[in-house]
């Protein structure tokens, strides 16, 4: 059937396959799903979906991405082997949301969240007990998140906005190696 004009029209808008975010040994690469079942990054989590970004519309002008986790879970630890480490972004803000999945009762985030964020001073652990939401300020060290007493899967939103690519940077040493000294006071786990 031919398509109509309103089809073509939104067809550029529309993400009816969204992204995946694999570690090809030299970096993390966006993939559109190919195969089902989607791979996901660990038996708890099904790792960064990409719904909104500009590879899938190239005319959006921010990201999104969303992951269920169902069970303890940390990433971003010092240590990380999914080689996610604390981070920060100089061009965008990043908005993450923490949701449950009970219908019941919206107030049950499923779970608890530890998020850390900021560094010296003002580096916190933000802890979620209740869905919530966090703004990282461009510039902000952030990470690792943790999630405890998973109950019930956990659904996590990443908004970044105004953002074309994703560019993490990880705090380096003038010598290129990381700066373990900015991950002061960051848990390791907990
Ligand atoms: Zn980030």
Redesign the pocket.
């Known amino acids: 059937m031919a398509k109509s004009k309103a089809d073509q029209y939104w067809e550029q808008y529309v993400v009816k396959r969204p992204g995946i975010i694999v570690h090809d040994g030299t970096g993390f690469k966006d993939r559109i799903w190919e195969n089902k079942p989607v791979p996901r990054w660990s038996p708890v989590d099904t790792g960064p979906q990409v719904a909104m970004a500009p590879f899938l519309v190239p005319s959006a002008k921010s990201m999104v991405e969303y992951g269920v986790i169902s069970g303890e879970w940390a990433q971003g630890l010092r240590n990380d082997p999914s080689k996610i480490r604390p981070?920060?972004?100089d061009d965008y803000e990043?908005i993450f949301i923490f949701m449950g999945t009970n219908p019941d009762d919206v107030a049950d985030l499923g779970g608890e969240v530890t998020f850390w964020v900021g560094e010296g001073d003002t580096l916190k652990g933000v802890v979620f007990k209740e869905p919530g939401a966090i703004l990282?300020p461009k510039g902000t060290l952030?990470?690792p998140q943790i999630m405890k007493n998973v109950k019930r899967p956990i659904v996590e939103v990443?908004i970044m906005c105004g953002a074309g690519r994703r560019i993490?940077k990880v705090p380096l040493k003038a010598d290129g190696s990381i700066d373990e000294s900015r991950f002061k006071g960051r848990p390791t786990w907990g």
């Open positions: 981070h920060y972004h990043e990282v952030h990470f990443i993490a």
